[in-house]
């Protein structure tokens, strides 16, 4: 297991944790909080991979990237009060020409400049100057430690496989203050890919890893596991964790009886309670799975306008007629994806 640096130590851990906690009770109780502590930046939708679980082709969106100069606008009409700035959209951060840029003005601006990337570029050069940005998180999207595993997703496994870790190894010898994360899907059957990945991130000192569920709108080929199987793939996935010192996230960690009390059982996604999504035009939309969805452009109305005005309370009233099958944050599934029970029949028992 690999070592890791102060910044793991209790203090900022509880301080984190008190931050959390405190905003999860106002959520319960639900209070929308005075603006949303993460906004996601669509800063390109290009991608150099075609990962067959990606509803990027699916969602009507433009493959365009963000003018710097638009980027610059947005980010000042962000408020103060939100810390976190995800420099992601549908697609792959490091195509962006400005990343580095777009890192650095967000870092200004007294913001933590996160992104999350298929990790194939990041390598040489542009790894260093990564590192060097003021990037506060980089997660990496992996979902198999076999190497030559090229059919699932995301592409040329053994390159990124390399890339991560000597990315995270070079964190780790400068003790750099940067955090880091692997976003995983789980595929029925492939409850030991989970596992073998949050192995590895244990093995190289990776902080979290966030299983992430499928979303089968448009892509009901894909195969999930039944709910009861998913629920003991995760609960294995959990313990792995804490054996391998890593924090591991997902819809079991997310619901626990308060989650489960906020979303009235079910009965309400947690997204727009504390994020937005704004696109590669400056739209502000509720949210990453409805990158169309335009609530307002940010240069006709500040970002805490949006946020509190009366588009976004009627999306939140009436969010599970807006947000149609999405099922990827609920505790259960919606009954309809199940293709008359035949995702159950079809998925193996978990390993
Ligand atoms: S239900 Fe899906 S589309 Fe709707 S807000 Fe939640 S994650 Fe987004």
């Known amino acids: 297991m690999a070592n890791r640096p102060n910044r793991h130590k209790w203090g900022p851990r509880m301080k984190r944790w008190m931050v959390q906690a405190i905003s999860r009770g106002k959520r319960w109780m639900g209070i929308v909080p005075e603006s949303p502590s993460q906004v996601q930046i669509e800063i390109t939708n290009r991608c150099n991979f075609d990962c067959v679980m990606c509803q990027r082709k699916d969602l009507g969106i433009n493959f365009q990237d963000m003018p710097f100069d638009l980027f610059r606008q947005v980010l000042d009409r962000i408020p103060a009060s939100t810390r976190t700035v995800c420099l992601t959209g549908w697609g792959e951060p490091t195509l962006h ?30 790894g260093q100057e990564i590192l060097d940005s003021g990037v506060h998180t980089v997660t990496f999207s992996l979902d198999s430690m076999d190497e030559e595993e090229g059919t699932l997703a995301h592409w040329e496994p053994a390159a990124v496989i390399r890339n991560v870790k000597e990315f995270v190894g070079r964190i780790r010898e400068g003790s750099l203050p ?126 805490q306008q949006v946020w509190k005005g009366a588009s976004l309370s009627r999306f939140r009233r009436k969010q599970r007629e807006l947000c149609g099958k999405c099922d990827v944050l609920y505790y259960r599934y919606h009954p309809e994806n199940l293709v008359n029970g035949t995702q159950d029949a079809l998925s193996p028992k978990p390993s």
């Open 97 to 126: 020409p400005d990343l580095l840029k777009m890192i650095q003005l967000t870092r200004d601006r007294g913001k933590l400049p996160i992104f999350t990337t298929n990790g194939v570029l990041l390598k040489g050069a542009l």
């Open 178 to 303: 940067i955090r880091t994360g692997i976003n995983t899907t789980l595929h029925a059957s492939r409850a030991d890919d989970v596992c073998g990945v949050i192995r590895f991130a244990g093995e190289i000192g990776i902080d979290q890893v966030s299983i992430l569920r499928l979303d089968l709108r448009f892509q009901p080929t894909l195969r999930r596991y039944s709910q009861e199987e998913e629920r003991s793939v995760l609960q294995r996935a959990h313990r792995l964790g804490r054996k391998h010192s890593v924090r591991v996230q997902s819809i079991l960690s997310e619901h626990g009886f308060g989650g489960r009390f906020f979303t009235l059982f079910n009965r309400n996604c947690p997204k727009p309670f504390d994020y937005l999504y704004i696109n590669w035009k400056g739209e502000v939309t509720p949210c990453c799975n409805l990158p169309t969805m335009n609530l307002q452009n940010i240069l006709e109305q500040d970002l």
